[in-house]
């Protein structure tokens, strides 16, 4: 069979394997069971009823002078991410959403949130939205394991074996696959991370910087930047690398390397200016790592426990957490898991000791490489220097590189003892099935949803929240403020409704498409009393001029498979501020 068959058999099977277990977690794992879910979500849905705005940083108000209403939780990130979620809901006509978990009272098992009917009884429409949008994440590591598989082609030439093992370590890496089937702005940088090192593999196959590897360069890692501030590890990548083939070069020639990678980052940064002057505006810093440091200063570690908490808890953590540790931190892997993948990494590190110097790829590409995983776990441990965060996922930017890196080892050693292909398939065939059993024997029965689910009328995700009534009832009519009401203070809405005891929602948004007010689904106000008067800080975020449009409706009841869209309610009514 032919090299190039081979190549692509290998990258069907690595593809399949990255598909099957991704897309296994993303439909397995509940609504916003995965680290920080809901507030990407809320970023997402943010984004995408308030574009062009982009939300500030939690608890900053005083610095901004913005509302809480202008908050979400990860505001501090860029909001390239969330554009292209934003996108994904506008193409399904659902950006009228919100997240709207509720913390368990106990946090003693392996759920972080109450599940209800909209998950249990019948999957919701919203509920259906959160699974496409984990469908991003399992895309992004899909280019991600098929860049890892073409930089090992380009580092070690002709040896498909090894590209293909790195490749189907990654896909079948727990953790890899449980982060890229969740919501998670980490997923998209870790793709950009993946391209800016296989454009740097190119220039070392070719020998220089081309224009056109520049000018993806200079793409990919504006895009990096615009998605996650950690992507500034990559400049350091590039310039390191960009340094060392100017070493290589002859003294005549060394300007002439530089200049390319320098004008890729030039633009980058020329790129993400925008966002820079921003964040300087905002809070006083371009980065906004102020305003990040009070919004999360509950999570500092605190004074004199640094020594202890980076040997006992970052190390060991970070590591154990690389290969899996799944929801919010409760499911860790058993023992066994780990001793297969540190026999794994055993055994790598011994073939990169043992193997023969034309097993160490092109010159260069093992300093990439690590150049890569070096950068990434530097960053890792800046944050880790005043927040508690031993997060593997922080790592995968690089984690093709230490896929790379380990294939390369274990080819080295199969080669060693003469037994390569057939070494290289064992060790294949352990990992895949290992992830296989931590899917079936830790994650599903972890993620069990309980049979008996909640009240009749809860729902973590809700939508239609900028929809008029499709069949407006006589029996809830409303009275004031008029139908095209012109006013200059926050309104008083009131409606006639019976009082049959269904819970009732006031709905209230701009026609611009920002949802002003959900009583029911942003703060459980059952509206027994059929009159509410808008918070004046919600009153002061119209614009003089807006249009504004209301209704009443009943909330959906989900034991009954109800859909939000579809509940009875009022006509809709409009009112302009003056």
Known sequence: MSERRLCALGLVAAIALHLALATAYALHTPVFEAPDENDHFHYASFVAQRLPEQ??????????????????VLGHHPPGYYLLLAAVMELAGASDVLPSPRVLGTQLGPLQFAHAHDETTRRSTEVDLVFALRLVSVLCGLASVVLTQRTALLLWPGRVGLA??????????????????????????????????????????????????????GLALAAALWTKLNSLALFGVVGAHALAMAWRAQQGERLRVLLPPALAMGFAALAFAPQLVRNLTLYGDPLGQRAHELAFAASRLPEGALPAWLWEGFLPNLARSFVGYFGWWRVPLP??????????????????????????????????????????????????LSFAQPQGRY????????????????????????????????????????????????????????VTAQAPHEAIVHGALRA??????????????????VLDAAPRFRWRAPA??????????????????ATWEMGRIDLGAAAFELPAELWDAVPAGAELRWNVRRVADRSRGEAARDTPGSATASLRRR
């Open 164 to 217: 293909t093992l790195a490749a189907v370590l990654l896909a079948a890496l727990p953790q890899w696959s449980s982060a890229h089937g969740a919501l998670d702005n980490g997923n998209l940088a870790a793709t950009f991370a993946h391209l800016v090192v296989w454009l740097l593999a190119r220039t070392l196959a070719r020998g220089r910087f081309e224009r056109s590897t520049t000018s993806w360069l």
């Open 395 to 450: 790592l995968f930017p690089a984690a093709g590189a230490f896929t790379i890196l380990a294939a390369a080892g274990l080819d080295a050693l199969g080669r060693r003892i003469g037994w390569a292909n057939g070494f290289r398939r064992g060790i294949a065939a352990l990992w895949v099935g290992g992830a296989v059993a931590v899917f079936g024997a830790v994650a599903m029965p972890a993620f069990r949803l309980p």
């Open 335 to 384: 023992g066994l898991a780990h001793a297969v993948a540190a026999g794994v990494l055993g055994l790598a590190v011994l073939g990169a000791l043992v193997g023969h110097r034309r097993d160490r790829g092109l010159p260069g590409a093992r300093w990439l490489l690590w150049l890569s995983a070096l950068a990434a776990f530097a960053f890792v441990l800046r944050f880790n």
């Open 55 to 72: 939300p500030t940083v939690l608890g900053s108000e005083a610095t901004t002078g913005r509302t809480v209403w202008d908050q979400c």
């Open 468 to 485: 008029d009534t499709p069949s407006a009832t006589r029996d809830v009519s409303l009275l004031e403020p008029p139908d095209g009401a």
């Open 500 to 517: 049959d005891g269904a819970p009732r929602t006031l709905h209230v948004w701009l026609t611009s498409g920002r949802v002003l007010l």
